[in-house]
């Protein structure tokens, strides 16, 4: 059975994204400060600076750039990102689930309030690469509940130099990968 074009093709992921309002839970600068998190799976989201990562989360939140109360913050200026950003998405957990978590865990971590984690990146390539280049290897190889990325390639230019570095890094931790053009209505 098809579905009409403006339904989604599978409304179980329509409502991992609008169900339960997405929200800002932090933003660390130091991958060894990150919150622990064991309990979700994260997915980060990567890109050189200003190619719109964080237009991406807001418009996953059906949030646009006009919106009054836009998830996460976006500039014209590159380099405005300077935190790992985690935003939660998805339903609340079942009480089940979170009595569960709550005896295991005995406040050694925060107990979610969503299904999973995506991580706004800084972007490369207009800041130290070394910096960049330090806490996302670590972020890749080293964070637990890590299950995938997003890379953004502006379809404008194309992918640049840094966009192919981060894709094979992407390919030596086995990442599971995602790649989505941006600005190809301006193409």
């Known amino acids: 059975m098809r579905s009409a074009p403006d339904e989604p093709i599978d409304s179980g992921l329509s409502t991992l994204f609008t169900k339960n309002p997405a929200t800002f839970i ?31 989360v807001n418009a996953l939140a059906g949030r646009n750039q006009r919106s009054q109360n836009p998830l996460a913050r ?14 939660g998405f998805g339903p609340v957990p079942l009480p089940k689930d979170i009595a569960a978590w709550t005896a295991e865990l005995k406040g050694q971590e925060d107990i979610p309030t969503h299904t999973f984690y995506l991580v706004d990146m800084p972007g490369y390539g207009h800041a ?28 404008e230019v194309g992918p640049k130099e840094t966009d192919l ?19 190809a209505d301006k193409v």
């Open 165 to 183: 570095q981060c894709l094979q890094l992407l390919s030596s931790a086995n990442m599971r990968t995602c790649i989505v053009l941006t600005k």
């Open 128 to 155: 130290s690469l070394q910096d960049w280049g330090r806490n996302i290897t670590l972020y890749l190889t080293k964070r637990v509940g890590v299950k995938g990325a997003i890379i953004l390639i502006d379809a």
């Open 74 to 87: 976006i500039s014209k200026h590159a380099g405005k990102t300077r935190e790992m950003n985690t935003y």
């Open 26 to 56: 932090y933003g660390e600068t130091d991958f060894y400060k990150l919150r622990k998190n064991t309990l979700l799976p994260e997915v980060c989201v990567l890109g050189r600076s200003n190619v719109g990562k964080s237009s991406f």
